[in-house]
Nanobody
Framework: QVQLVESGGGLVQPGGRLTLSCQAS????????MGWFRQAPGKEREGVSC????????YYVDSVKGRFTISRDDAKKTVYLLMNSLEPEDTAVYYC?????????????????????WGQGTQVTVAA
């Protein structure tokens, strides 16, 4: 198991920018596919962006393509989500996750909350 702690959430105006960070500890996190999910009030949790180990292949949900960038620094055991041009619809609790043996697309499309390791979440609010 790997332990995950998110940071970087907050309140930002529409059009603004935030960078989320996820610090991993415990098991060897560099072998895991890592990703960011979000859950807005009254909505299901959705995969936002995921990144593979080694070659860093990425996946983005359509609603964030061109605005969000995921990256990872395995030396620091950290994964990042740079969010630009934020919209009110991006308001949600953002969760970091680590899955073993999943492709980024499969991980982000997973709907099973019992799979993988999860952080506690960080709130992102986009409002004027």
């Amino acid at each position: 198991q790997v332990q995950l702690v998110e940071s970087g959430g907050g309140l930002v105006q529409p059009g603004g920018r935030l960078t989320l960070s996820c610090q991993a500890s415990g098991s060897t996190s560099d072998i895991y596919t890592m990703g960011w999910f979000r859950q807005a009030p009254g909505k299901e949790r959705e995969g936002v962006s995921c990144i593979s180990a080694n070659i860093g292949k990425t996946y983005y949900v359509d609603s964030v393509k061109g605005r969000f960038t995921i990256s990872r620094d395995d030396a620091k055991k950290t994964v990042y989500l740079l969010m630009n041009s934020l919209e009110p619809e991006d308001t949600a609790v953002y969760y970091c996750s680590a899955f073993a043996l999943f492709t980024p697309q499969a991980m982000c499309n997973s709907r099973d909350p019992n799979l993988g390791s999860w952080g506690q979440g960080t709130q992102v609010t986009v409002a004027a």
